[in-house]
């Protein structure tokens, strides 16, 4: 039996509970699934009517797993972690300072362009295979891709004379989005032609793509949010996302970057291998689906890839990512360089 990592709860009416230094997920007192906390990664609950019991909470605090709960729709409603994670104090004034500070407008623009090459680079690598065999779909990838790179450029001389973050943030999100436009029209081009794509909805959508792309984006935030926990970063101060009552801005900063080396590639993947996204009588993903959604996600956190000239596990990337911001905003390193991934 191969060595659980990272544990998916997806049943209804799942107990998850703790035997002889095991997390045991049992249904109607058959067991489904066990993982030693010796190997254990993370826990992700994906479906309503899992208990969880108080020994599990208990075992994978003392080890430093978290435990990730997201909705059927991929949205990320709690994660569980050692109250001391949230101790650290340094770390988290000198993120608060620099919110007011010229290192906010800094980080913003490097993160938005980040996240924009990184959509070029998809593009980039999904057009050299289809030069030949898809000269049509080719065309349209190249012409978005070049775009893209355009709004990258552009995002790093926004507002130059911006004084606060608040004043720039307008402007480098209609940026992003503008880029944004140019990468969902690449992405359209590159999916089967029996899927309807009606464009990216986030919130609320019911189409089989953008549920796929919302559920795979909710597992990947549990992940950041805990690289940014463990880094001593506040997950709800962020720079480019405003701030919210509840809503974890900085998360949604550091997400973006990975988002496509991560998520869409993933999905892209599955599709053009045949591969279906089933939906139950509400519309929303069935629970194979979500599984296999959440497995792909987390088996691309594990591939190596390169950073810093050596090859490291995307989730590894996340979490040094996380680490060099902290470091960078306590003054403790020079730069901050958000991830541009190698595809």
């Not at 430093?64 to 994670?85: C, E, K, N, Q």
């Not at 691309?300 to 960078?328: C, V």
């Amino acid at each position: 039996m191969p060595i659980i990592e990272n544990l998916v709860v997806e049943e209804y009416g799942a107990f998850v509970g703790k035997k002889q230094g095991r997390v045991v997920v049992t249904v109607k007192d058959k067991i489904v699934a066990e993982a030693p906390l010796l190997h254990l990664q993370t826990i992700v609950v994906a479906s309503n009517g899992v208990s969880v019991s108080s020994d599990v909470l208990a075992a994978c605090c003392e080890e430093g797993i978290p435990i990730h709960f997201v909705d059927s729709r991929g949205r990320a409603y709690a994660s569980v972690y050692s109250a001391g994670l949230t101790g650290t104090v340094r770390t988290r004034r000198a993120q608060l300072k620099a919110y007011d500070e010229k290192i906010a407008l800094t980080l913003a623009r490097a993160v938005a362009r980040a996240k924009l090459q990184n959509q070029a680079g998809l593009l980039r690598y999904a057009a050299k295979y289809r030069q030949e065999s898809a000269p049509e779909v080719y065309a349209i990838l190249r012409d978005a891709m070049t775009e893209v790179l355009v709004k990258a450029d552009e995002a790093l001389r926004v507002l130059p004379e911006a004084a606060h973050i608040e004043t720039l943030r307008e402007s480098l999100l209609a940026v992003e989005g503008q880029g944004a436009q140019h990468y969902w029209r690449g992405f359209a081009a590159l999916l089967p032609k029996n899927l309807e794509w009606p464009g990216r909805t986030g919130r609320g959508a019911l189409d089989p793509v953008n549920s796929a792309l919302n559920y795979g984006y909710g597992i990947l935030y549990g992940q950041v949010e805990r690289a940014i926990v463990l880094a001593g970063l506040d997950p709800y101060a962020g720079f480019v996302h405003a701030d919210r009552p509840g809503k974890p801005s900085l998360v949604f900063d550091l997400v973006e970057p990975f988002r496509q080396p991560v998520v869409d590639r993933a999905l892209l993947n599955f599709l053009n291998k045949g591969g279906e996204i089933e939906r139950d009588d509400k519309g929303l993903l069935a629970e194979a689906s979500r599984r296999g959604l959440a497995e792909r996600v987390l088996d691309r956190l594990e591939r190596p890839t390169e950073y810093h000239d050596k090859q490291f596990g995307l989730r590894q990337i996340i979490q040094m990512q996380a680490r060099e911001l902290a470091t960078f905003l306590r003054g403790d390193r020079v730069e901050f360089e958000p991830y541009v991934a190698r595809f």
